[in-house]
């Protein structure tokens, strides 16, 4: 009881200043702010009650630093817009005059009032909600922030182009870096190309380059047939556990025979499989590492048509682009026409937008009930690419181009849909609810297949083509690492692609602290852009790591210890494995279980605080105590008009 | 059904006419032609480069509505020459018409 009153005595004694904004008219305009401020300044415990006209501005927060650095107020309310935009604005103007970022409350009476309400209601409530921040922040006390050491190393997951670029750039920071990779191999899909579009580049000389950087760097340890097994800790000072085995799937196996075949050895880049880094293990192994960043970098796959598809898995002359890149870079020139296992392609047909850009009702579900609705952004450009090297290359052989859209954007990508054209690529463009059919030819022409369409660039009317191959281009999804996302709890789009915090202002981090972002796991992006992506990675990663801590925002969990029992209950509410755990102490002369929080871990719900028989748990900035208040003072007749 | 034939802008050169595929289907021939007649030229063009023999053979009344007054081909932003291509798809239907096309 002694402490309680206390308590209430510092409470009483709190000097809360109450700053409301008018948002130049944007709460003004429907909430009397004058009004407010009067009725807020018969509160008690307000010492001090201002208005402004942008409590952001400068002059605004001159007012708050002003009045903390005079002693005039020691806790502060400001009420304005919603606090997502400028809470952290006003948490460090206190911090600037010399005061504790947490002794400050926020009132939205600009999206929770004055867009919403009109007239006196809206300053009825607005004296509300302020008159509510004034009683919690009248509890408030300075918190200091978590502060977590954060081991000085990386791990990158995936040795794709993203994952070798972010690795790189990190070593090149002075971080060691692990990376991670689930096959014999470093180059990821992108060793599956040839050239790549716009420039033409190889991507042999691309990855031998990148790979040889990975493989002599003495900061990057590279761990291929490696897989995650365990994943456990917080940003910082996380834990993995992965194990190295003895290639088992058909795809590695069949690299590797092709890496006997090619007779090339360790570091040297193989054409369509990649670049060994090391010997293939022959026994399994287990390793544990401890790193403080994360960088998945998992990759795609290619899209694979359904049976029948486009004819897919029906007619052998359809093939999809990847293969036929290859395709197209194995076969010698022999002449004007192309040829393909000894078959000359006098026609080609390319289809657009296979596996991509799906629309519920028109396309079908693959096997798990998925459309990928979205459009794959690199087909259109590696479509036309290898359009204008069949152009180029073997002038007697047609290109019929199938498209519902194209979109070659970015720099250099809109010259390959005009050098397509100047080729004499011929286009058809087709409604995606009458996407061309391909069958087996029937006339006379000598061509083993036909492509029906209704053409939208002939009026409508339908035209049928007769080709030798048909070329689907298809899409990109996400490599299936639903093993990682179980085990670290990553955010899933609808479109199976892992979720950024916010896709303009934060791109590359994930809402696990400490995990981010780099490449196709996220989106179909090109090398461009993954590369991009993964510089844009390593640099968060280098940012959170060089500081050597990390710090936390303080709203945790909080035990009293006074009161705690030693029930357990907050320990089986808990939602987040290792944030509150049950441990012996010495209680008055005796051994007895108490909870303890690990703030690092705890992400604050409150979950504890609801199951506590004796409220002794309560989460540091949020007390039970504090919502009282603020409950009381919302149905209190004195903030009532 | 339009049956693209992938030969036929080669045996349309026989007849003068080189630019059937730098057509890019803008259709500002047909905005700037002062005939103001359905699609044309733009729809014939369509069909020659398509190889659709029998399209042009049904509507080549339609060839020889043209005026000759070159506000296509001068406009064309492919230089693919449309006012000179009608006048190739008018020899070529001539020779169908003899029997000559593939002599």
Known sequence: ?641 | MALVDPEFTEELERFGVDTTLECFNCGTCAAICPLIYEHFPRKMIRYAQLGAKDRILENSDDLWRCLHCGLCTHTCPREANPGELILGLRRFVIANWRGTANV
């Open chain 1, 1 to 641: 009881m002694a402490d309680e009153n206390k308590a209430n005595e510092s409470v009483s004694e709190s000097k809360v200043g109450v700053y409301i904004c008018y948002c130049g008219g944007n709460i003004s305009d429907h909430v009397d702010v004058e009004k407010v401020c009067e009725r807020v300044k018969k509160v008690p415990g307000v010492a001090v009650a201002r208005t402004n006209m942008f409590m952001c501005s400068d002059p605004g927060q001159e007012l708050i630093m002003e009045d903390l650095r005079s002693g005039a107020v020691d806790r502060v309310v400001v009420a304005s817009c919603a606090p997502d935009l400028h809470e952290t604005t006003f948490r460090s103007a206190i911090t600037r005059a010399g005061g504790n970022p947490y002794i400050y409350e926020h009132a939205n009476i600009r999206e929770q009032v004055s867009w919403v309400h009109h007239g006196n209601v809206a300053t009825d409530k607005a004296t509300r909600l302020v008159g509510a921040a004034t009683a919690k922040a009248k509890q408030l006390k300075p918190l200091d922030p978590i502060r977590v050491e954060a081991k000085q190393h990386a791990t990158v997951i995936g040795g794709g182009i993203a994952g070798m670029r972010a690795a790189k750039d990190l070593a090149a920071r002075g971080f060691p870096v692990t990376l991670i990779e689930k096959s014999p191999f470093l180059g990821g899909r992108g060793a599956q190309l040839d050239r790549v579009a716009p420039t033409g580049e190889k991507v042999a000389d691309l990855i031998s380059e990148l790979a040889g950087e990975i493989i002599n760097d003495s900061a990057i340890t590279v761990y291929t047939c490696s897989k995650v097994k365990d994943f456990e800790g917080f940003v910082g000072n996380f834990t993995l556990r992965f194990e190295k085995q003895p290639p088992q799937s058909a795809e590695d196996r069949n690299k590797i025979k092709e890496m006997s075949e090619s007779g090339k050895g360790v570091g040297e880049f193989i054409p369509f499989v990649g670049v060994c880094p090391t010997e293939i293990p022959e026994t399994s192994a287990e390793f544990a590492i401890e790193t403080g960043v994360i960088i998945l970098a998992t990759g795609f796959k290619p899209y694979v048509p359904a049976q029948g598809e486009y004819g897919f898995g029906e007619f052998e002359e359809v093939i999809t682009l990847p293969e036929f890149i290859r395709t197209l870079a194995e076969s010698g020139k022999n002449g004007n026409v192309l040829e393909v296992n000894g078959r000359k392609i006098k026609s080609v047909a390319m289809i657009h937008c296979v596996g991509s850009r799906q629309i519920p009702g028109v396309h079908k579900e693959d096997e798990t009930g998925h459309l990928n609705e979205y459009c794959s952004r690199t087909c259109c450009s590696a479509t036309l690419h290898a359009a204008n090297i069949i152009r180029e290359t073997y002038p007697e052989t047609r290109v019929f181009d199938f498209y519902r859209d194209i979109r070659t954007y970015g720099r250099g990508q809109e010259e390959l849909y005009e050098q397509a054209a100047k080729n004499k690529v011929l286009f058809f463009r087709f409604e995606e609810a009458q996407a061309p059919v391909v069958e087996r030819n029937g006339g006379s022409h000598g061509y083993p297949l036909s492509v029906k369409t209704k053409d939208i660039l002939t009026f409508g009317e339908e035209v049928e083509v007769p080709v030798d191959l048909v070329v689907l281009a298809v899409g990109m999804e996400p490599n299936d690492i639903s093993d990682l996302v179980d085990m670290m709890k990553l955010p899933v789009g609808a479109d199976r692609f892992l979720l950024e915090v916010h896709p303009k202002l934060r791109p590359v981090e994930l809402a696990v602290m400490g995990i981010m972002l780099a490449g196709t796991c996220q989106a179909p992006f090109d090398i461009t852009e993954s590369s991009a992506a993964a510089s844009g990675a390593a640099v968060k990663a280098a940012a959170l790591l060089s500081r050597g801590y990390v710090e936390l925002d303080p709203f945790v969990a909080e035990v009293d210890l006074e009161k705690c029992t030693g029930t357990g209950a907050c320990v089986q509410a808990c939602l987040r494995e290792g944030a509150l755990r049950l441990v012996e102490m010495e209680v008055g002369g005796e051994k007895a279980m108490r909870a303890q929080v690990n703030p690092a871990v705890c992400t604050g719900c409150g979950a504890c605080v609801a199951v506590c028989p004796e409220n002794a748990i309560n989460v540091k900035g949020w007390t039970l105590k504090q919502y009282e208040a603020m409950v009381d003072m919302i149905v209190s007749e004195e903030s009532a008009a």
